[in-house]
């Protein structure tokens, strides 16, 4: 119900007042009354994660028609990624570079995978929030820009080019949308940031997976990271996968694993076979988990991906072994299995790869028979 004029003159009328402590207006314009009849007109949202209450000022210094074109002019800077508030505090309005990674998590990151979601929120918050406090994001000069990605790259290079490639799409999508319009990045070209990361040639051995199995084996973490790295040793599956796997993705009656399209690189369903160790690893699991099978801290959210980084570091380390990383169990997986004589199509659909060409359009075949004796 919206607030008509004559209602608040009434109202300013009197001396006192033990009506509603609050009049609404819609989308968040509301006149708050108190019991000696003060009006004063306010905008409630949210920002940044925050409940906001701002006063827009007093009636009738303030008239409702004013009220509600402060407001209009509000609710276009929240839906812009801007404080609000900029409208009642006359600051320099200008867009920094906060205001636009705010605006990309809020309105574009909820829309990839959620293992994508994760990844972006983390370089977000480890490199990107309050690098440049209270600077207008579209006059940051190249200069500037490069130093920065250059004191990343000082200790990780490659991590410096993820996160330019991360920067650049955050503000594209903010010039997409019209809250910038340039920046100096775009002066910044990827090949002179970093390095770029390379094509993995690590194939640990069987020796050496045995060796890191073992290590797994005796380490003193939960058994959420332990089975969920020697699982992913056994299936060759990215981690991810199943990290956020739930009970129902395992039919053990039929003996598959799907792993649903909304958890698959490919968009696509993957279907594997559940070989026997996996299986009693599986049901040790089940058995000790709900629905949420890879638990972090909380049991019903799934244990994060730097959490499972973290552990990996820690074993990576204490072993006298060349740099290895999980990724390069699907390698040993699809190395080991050729040698043995298992057909590479097969392998493909073990490691959840796309079939190529025409063979992917047409043969819809999972395999899952050969999968399971390649696995076996």
């Known amino acids: 119900m919206t607030i008509l004029d004559r209602q608040l003159k009434l109202i300013a009328k009197q001396e006192s007042y033990d009506g509603p402590a609050e009049l609404n207006d819609g989308e968040g314009l509301v006149a708050r009354i108190s019991p000696t009849a003060k009006i004063t007109f306010q905008y409630r949202c949210r920002f940044n994660g925050k409940s906001l209450r701002i006063k827009i000022g007093k009636y009738p210094a303030t008239t409702l028609k004013e009220a509600r074109r402060i407001h209009k002019i509000m609710m276009e800077l929240r839906e812009s990624g801007r404080n609000p508030e900029i409208a009642i505090t006359g600051e320099q309005d200008f867009v920094t570079l906060d205001d636009c990674v705010n605006y990309w998590l809020q309105h574009y990151v909820p829309t990839l995978k959620k293992g994508t979601q994760e990844l972006n929120r983390s370089f977000a918050k480890n490199y990107m929030l309050g690098t440049f406090p209270n600077q207008n994001v579209e006059t940051i000069p190249a200069k500037e820009w490069m130093m920065w990605l250059d004191s990343i790259s000082a200790e990780k290079p490659k991590t410096a080019q993820s996160v330019f490639a991360k920067l650049r799409a955050c503000l594209n999508y903010c010039k997409s949308k019209f809250i910038i319009e340039r920046t100096d990045i775009d002066r910044i070209k990827k090949q002179n940031v970093g390095a770029r990361p390379e094509n993995g040639s690590r194939v640990p051995t069987w020796s050496e997976l045995a060796i890191i199995w073992q290590a797994i084996e005796r380490s003193r973490a939960s058994t959420a990271n332990k089975t969920l790295h020697q699982l992913t040793m056994l299936?060759?599956?990215?981690?991810?996968?199943?990290?956020?796997?739930?009970?129902?993705?395992?039919?053990?009656?039929?003996?598959?694993?799907?792993?649903?399209?909304?958890?698959?690189?490919?968009?696509?369903?993957?279907?594997?076979?559940?070989?026997?160790?996996?299986?009693?690893?599986?049901?040790?699991?089940?058995?000790?988990?709900?629905?949420?099978?890879?638990?972090?801290?909380?049991?019903?959210?799934?244990?994060?991906?730097?959490?499972?980084?973290?552990?990996?570091?820690?074993?990576?380390?204490?072993?006298?072994?060349?740099?290895?990383?999980?990724?390069?169990?699907?390698?040993?997986?699809?190395?080991?299995?050729?040698?043995?004589?298992?057909?590479?199509?097969?392998?493909?659909?073990?490691?959840?790869?796309?079939?190529?060409?025409?063979?992917?359009?047409?043969?819809?075949?999972d395999w899952l028979e050969e999968q399971l004796e390649g696995y076996e």
């Open 235 to 365: 299936w060759g599956n990215r981690l991810s996968e199943l990290r956020l796997a739930r009970l129902s993705h395992f039919d053990m009656k039929a003996g598959i694993w799907t792993v649903p399209k909304e958890l698959s690189k490919t968009n696509k369903p993957i279907r594997r076979p559940i070989p026997s160790k996996a299986r009693a690893i599986l049901e040790r699991v089940m058995e000790t988990y709900d629905d949420v099978l890879f638990p972090g801290h909380d049991l019903d959210t799934p244990i994060t991906i730097s959490a499972a980084n973290r552990y990996i570091r820690r074993i990576r380390t204490s072993l006298p072994l060349e740099e290895w990383r999980t990724h390069d169990f699907r390698r040993s997986l699809s190395t080991g299995a050729s040698e043995l004589g298992v057909m590479p199509h097969v392998v493909e659909k073990m490691l959840g790869h796309e079939l190529g060409g025409v063979l992917a359009v047409y043969n819809k075949h």
